[in-house]
């Protein structure tokens, strides 16, 4: 446990829940038997694009900003209740060493809160703004360590459903 003194800072942080939501987009339906993995670490970005616009002296008078987008990477260890590795097993790690589909929804919550552009929680989901799992993610392990792994998330806020069309 940490103690700060003198002025207070972000100082680590303590990972409530994160559910991959069934491809169809019915958040009733999470992924079957999930652990919650051990996240160490996380890093978002916010970003969107731009588009310049040039008067006929060649300089720019306009920009049109579009296409909002958060985009984060948690940093996690697989870990479990269980000792065993048997996915069927109850609290086995490698239940937390998963992916949610490709195009899949993550909710999340219990971090801290922080307000980027158009989010003022942007980490954490509300039922209108989930992340979007779009590939990417790694898993990596070793004979004399533990597994880590690496799951990248996106969030629009023009996408409000977690519904798949």
């Not at 069934?22 to 919650?36: F, L």
């Not at 296409?67 to 590795?85: A, L, R, W």
């Not at 949610?100 to 919550?109: E, K, M, N, W, Y």
Request: hydrophobic share 35%.
């Amino acid at each position: 446990m940490a103690t700060q003194t003198g002025l207070t800072h972000l100082f680590g942080f303590q990972m409530g829940t994160m559910t991959f939501i069934a491809k169809n987009g019915d958040a009733s339906t999470p992924a079957t038997n999930y652990v919650k993995p051990n996240i160490q670490s996380l890093g978002f970005t916010h970003s969107l694009e731009s588009t310049k616009i040039k008067g006929t002296s060649g300089e720019y008078v306009g920009i049109i900003l579009h296409g909002e987008m958060i985009e984060c990477t948690f940093d996690f260890i697989p870990e479990g209740t269980s000792i065993s590795i048997d996915p069927t097993v109850a609290g086995s790690p490698s239940k937390s060493a998963i992916f949610p589909v490709l195009g899949g929804s993550v909710s999340i919550t219990g971090l801290p809160v922080v307000a980027a552009g158009s989010y003022s929680d942007a980490l954490n989901t509300t039922a209108f703004n989930h992340w979007i799992y779009e590939g990417g993610g790694t898993i990596k392990g070793s004979s004399d360590s533990n597994w880590t792994g690496s799951i990248t998330l996106k969030r629009y806020p023009g996408i409000t459903s977690a519904v798949a069309i």
